[in-house]
């Protein structure tokens, strides 16, 4: 079992900056492959960026280039970078914990709104 708790979410006007975070514990979290998805008003939940437990990472295109995720496998904690916002980036943003088998695990989700 493993309980996933994001921060960082807030207001920002489109062109700024946030940083998500989400903590992880109950379970070994390096084993996890760790990602971010989003929901917005109305529209599926979709996946905004993953990465391995060594490191690879993958991002949706709409995305790709001005976001970054990253881990700190000590602190159990994995971080989504985001950079030149757009207000379609707005969302309640989901962390996520994955492994083979029935291992998956959703964080409460972290509201972004990009607006001026």
């Known amino acids: 079992q493993v309980q996933l708790v994001e921060s960082g979410g807030g207001l920002v006007q489109p062109g700024g900056s946030l940083r998500l975070s989400c903590a992880g514990s109950?379970?070994?979290?390096?084993?996890?492959?760790m990602g971010w998805y989003r929901q917005a008003p109305g529209k599926q939940r979709e996946l905004v960026a993953t990465?391995?437990?060594?490191?690879?990472?993958n991002y949706a295109d709409s995305v790709n280039g001005r976001f970054t995720i990253s881990r700190d496998n000590a602190k159990d904690t994995v971080y989504l970078q985001m950079d030149s916002l757009r207000p379609e980036d707005t969302a309640v943003y989901y962390c996520?914990?994955?492994?083979?088998?029935?291992?998956?695990?959703w964080g409460q989700g972290t509201q972004v709104t990009v607006s001026s």
């Open positions: 996520n914990a994955h492994r083979p088998g029935p291992y998956q695990y």
């Open positions: 109950g379970s070994i979290f390096s084993i996890y492959i």
């Open positions: 990465i391995s437990s060594g490191g690879r990472t």
